[in-house]
C-alpha cells in the first residue's frame, strides 16, 4: 500500500555531488521520519540521515558537513544532499520511512536503494 521509490544515484568523482530522491507514495495517512540508511558490501547498514516530522535531523559523523537531508511533505518526499563526496561513501543508499497508513498500522517501509560509486 505503500512504496517508496529512490532516485539519483550514480558515478561521481571524488569531491563531487549528488543528490538523492525519495518519494513515498500510496495510502499514507501520516509520514513520522524519514531516513537515509546505505550499505555497502561487507559492511552493516547503517544510518546517515534522519528527518522527524517536526523537522529535526541526525546525521552520522561520517557525514556531518557535508550531506544534507530535507523534505517536502507537499511531495512525500525527502531528499539527501551530498557533497564532497569520498570513495567511502560508495554504498547502496535506502530510503526508510516511519510511516501510518490509512489503515492506521504504523510500519517502517523501505525502498528498493539506489547506488552510489564515487570513484576516479
Known amino acids: 500500500q505503500v512504496q517508496l521509490v529512490e532516485s539519483g544515484g550514480g558515478l561521481v568523482q571524488p569531491g563531487g555531488s549528488l543528490r538523492l530522491s525519495c518519494a513515498a507514495s500510496g495510502s499514507i495517512f501520516s509520514i513520522d521520519a524519514m531516513a537515509w540508511y546505505r550499505q555497502a558490501p561487507g559492511k552493516e547498514r547503517e544510518l546517515v540521515a534522519r528527518?522527524?516530522?517536526?523537522?529535526?535531523?541526525t546525521y552520522a559523523d561520517s557525514v556531518k558537513g557535508r550531506f544534507t537531508i530535507s523534505g517536502d511533505n507537499a511531495k512525500n518526499t525527502v531528499y539527501l544532499q551530498m557533497n564532497s563526496l569520498r570513495p567511502e561513501d560508495t554504498a547502496i543508499y535506502y530510503c526508510n520511512g516511519d510511516i501510518e497508513n490509512t489503515d492506521y498500522d504504523e510500519f517502517d517501509y523501505w525502498g528498493q536503494g539506489t547506488q552510489v560509486t564515487v570513484s576516479s
Open positions: 528527518i522527524t516530522s517536526s523537522g529535526s535531523t
